[in-house]
């Protein structure tokens, strides 16, 4: 049987022969950057040493574990991971799909494009420009005090206020991905059949209802997908734009798990630790992964696999 399939592998090696070529670098990519540096996650189990290396380093087991869960600010990071990635989830994920609606049911090209241009724009802007475009916004005398000026309010660092700090993100990140995010979406709505908007038509249908019974169950498998994969990274929340965002006033509600790795493994070199938080972190977001996929494929019919 060993034998059979390798003569199986061999010829399909030969008939296919280009297209494992042009698979070959991604394969390359993932097995170097992907699978061998999984090699380093080890350091979690030990107390490493730049100078004894990986192998060399004391084995410790659970400490850093048991270190990270005892810690005071286990439940802290934990609760605003959660609560800005649902938040993200909540307010963030419908956006791009209405988004990507709206633009489709434009007739003008011209203006659909330039809509379009004007909305992935930000996604291609440097985060740290960003983020000193929010932090600049946000000052006592920038635009968004100004504003706030009109009805009264006196001008205050909104950035050093906890209970701004999450509407300001979430916000932000909505301005910053929802335009690049609608492109698969627009995508998807390029293989809906033409012919049924016709027909909807034909039996009076107005624009609202063929968005409600026509594009919205065809975008469904897609927007299943979409929310399976965006579940799965739950615990993701970009540490560069929470750690050039955030300051010691608004780190009760600002720290999460990603920039308290950075701090403690960048800044406190506490390399093991902080591998142990991610190793953490990662275990979560597959469990996740894994529940969503089933919830998906036993309420919605389709999954990841």
Same mark, same amino acid.
């Given at each position: ?62 400490? $850093?574990?048991?270190? *990270? *869960? &005892?810690? $005071? ?20 994920? +419908?956006?791009? #799909?209405?988004?990507? #609606? ?7 090209? @011209?203006?659909?494009?330039?809509? %379009? @241009?004007?909305?992935?724009?930000? $996604? *291609? ?8 475009? #929010?932090? %600049? ?11 706030? /000026? ?6 205050? &660092?909104?950035? %050093? ?10 916000? &932000? ?14 995508? /998807?709505? @390029? ?16 624009? *609202? ?5 026509? @594009? ?25 734009? #929470?750690?050039?965002?955030?300051? +010691? ?8 798990? &990603? ?47």
């Amino acid at each position: 049987m060993v034998k059979s399939y390798f003569s199986r592998l061999a010829i399909d090696l030969r008939k296919n022969r280009s297209l494992y070529l042009i698979m070959l670098p991604v394969l390359i990519y993932y097995i170097l950057f992907r699978y061998l540096p999984m090699y380093g996650a080890t350091i979690a189990f030990k107390d490493f040493s730049p100078a004894k290396g990986i192998m060399g380093s004391d084995w410790v087991g659970f400490k $850093h574990f048991i270190r *990270f *869960f &005892s810690s $005071h600010y286990f439940l802290r990071v934990l609760k605003n991971t959660f609560t800005l990635s649902f938040m993200q989830i909540l307010y963030g994920f +419908p956006v791009p #799909i209405i988004f990507a #609606i709206l633009v489709n049911e434009l007739r003008n090209k @011209t203006y659909k494009r330039a809509v %379009q @241009t004007a909305t992935y724009l930000p $996604h *291609f802007i440097s985060m740290v420009v960003i983020c000193g475009i #929010i932090t %600049q916004f946000s000052s006592t005398n920038g635009i968004f005090n100004d504003f706030l /000026a009109l009805f009264g309010a006196k001008p205050e &660092s909104l950035l %050093q206020k906890p209970e701004l700090f999450r509407g300001i993100y979430i916000l &932000s990140e909505i301005w910053q991905k929802a335009g690049w995010e609608s492109i698969i979406y627009l995508a /998807a709505l @390029t293989g809906i059949d033409s012919s049924l908007y016709e027909a909807a038509g034909i039996d009076g249908a107005n624009r *609202f209802k063929k968005i409600m019974h026509i @594009t919205l169950p065809g975008l469904l498998p897609t927007i299943v997908i979409m929310l399976i994969l965006r579940i799965g990274q739950v615990m993701e929340i970009g540490f560069e734009k #929470i750690i050039l965002l955030y300051n +010691p006033a608004t780190y009760e509600v600002a720290d999460v798990i &990603s920039s308290y790795v950075y701090r403690v493994g960048l800044t406190d070199l506490n390399w093991s630790y902080s591998a142990a938080v991610g190793i953490f972190n990662s275990v979560v977001n597959l469990t996740f992964l894994i529940a969503a996929n089933k919830l998906s494929k036993k309420y919605a019919g389709s999954g990841l696999w």
